[in-house]
């Protein structure tokens, strides 16, 4: 299993940004793909999980109403869109799997594949 996010960069107050995740090796049923991030002396954060085998998605507290994960399964990639972006947003931005056919965890121990992740900057 391979995993890369990309799509991170510097953005305003309010803006938006779309982290795409590629993966490979994945057995769509088998899996959940999950996003996490770490704030500098933060521990790392769950921001949502998308379960392909229960067609579900889990959004953890700071996601909720602001962010939104989707798969597009022909091109192996799982997208986070976050829109009302804010300072504390800030943080580098992971993707990983987990090898389960329930609905993801989100707690980062469970995931045993994660990609190198991406930079998220709020920032005016």
């Known amino acids: 299993v391979q995993l890369q996010a990309s799509g991170g960069g510097l953005v305003h107050p309010g803006g938006s940004l779309r982290l795409s995740c590629a993966h490979s090796?994945?057995?769509?049923?088998?899996?959940?793909l999950g996003w996490f991030r770490q704030a500098p002396g933060k521990d790392t954060e769950f921001v949502g999980v998308?379960?392909?085998?229960?067609?579900?998605?889990t959004y953890g507290d700071a996601a909720k109403g602001r962010f939104t994960i989707s798969a597009d399964d022909a091109k192996n990639t799982v997208y986070l869109q976050m829109n009302s972006l804010k300072p504390e947003d800030t943080a580098v931005y992971y993707c990983?799997?987990?090898?389960?056919?329930?609905?993801?965890?989100?707690?980062?121990?469970?995931?045993?594949?994660w990609g190198q992740g991406t930079q998220v900057t709020v920032s005016s």
């Open positions: 990983a799997a987990e090898n389960t056919v329930g609905p993801g965890s989100r707690y980062p121990l469970e995931y045993g594949y």
């Open positions: 090796g994945l057995i769509f049923d088998s899996y959940a």
């Open positions: 998308h379960s392909w085998a229960r067609n579900h998605i």
